[in-house]
Nanobody, 127 residues
Framework: QVQLSESGGGLVQAGGSLRLSCVAS????????MGWFRQGPGRKEQSFVAVITSNGGRTYYADSVKGRATISRDNSKNAVYLQMNSLKPEDTAVYYC???????????????????WGQGTQITVAS
């Protein structure tokens, strides 16, 4: 059974930092790119935040978090992380990790390209 379990969310003041973790099981973690998406309050869809390729060699970020976010992974632990710094109120959202077996740069931001999803963890940034 595939499972993705996020943790590390919480309430933080603007300018603060959080580190999200996602632990995976039930599939071949080291053959999947891993992404983070988020869904803000009142938003109908998730939006792309960051992705890391299966071997960790390449990372990509949404413009909205570039310079403030760092995605990393530890294949020995089946885990992917998202370090978020200089948090802003507009970063408030539920953050999801997701696994992508067919990673391509052209489609890496597409929700539909990700095969497995976690349940999400809430980040709330107070101004």
């Amino acid at each position: 059974q595939v499972q993705l379990s996020e943790s590390g969310g919480g309430l933080v003041q603007a300018g603060g930092s959080l580190r999200l973790s996602c632990v995976a099981s039930g599939f071949s973690f080291n053959t999947h790119a891993m992404g983070w998406f988020r869904q803000g309050p009142g938003r109908k869809e998730q939006s792309f935040v960051a992705v890391i390729t299966s071997n960790g060699g390449r990372t990509y970020y949404a413009d909205s978090v570039k310079g403030r976010a760092t995605i990393s992974r530890d294949n020995s632990k089946n885990a992917v992380y998202l370090q978020m710094n200089s948090l802003k109120p507009e970063d408030t959202a539920v953050y999801y990790c997701a696994a992508n077996r067919r990673f391509e740069v052209a489609t890496m931001t597409w929700v539909t390209e990700y095969d497995y999803w976690g349940q999400g963890t809430q980040i709330t940034v107070a101004s």
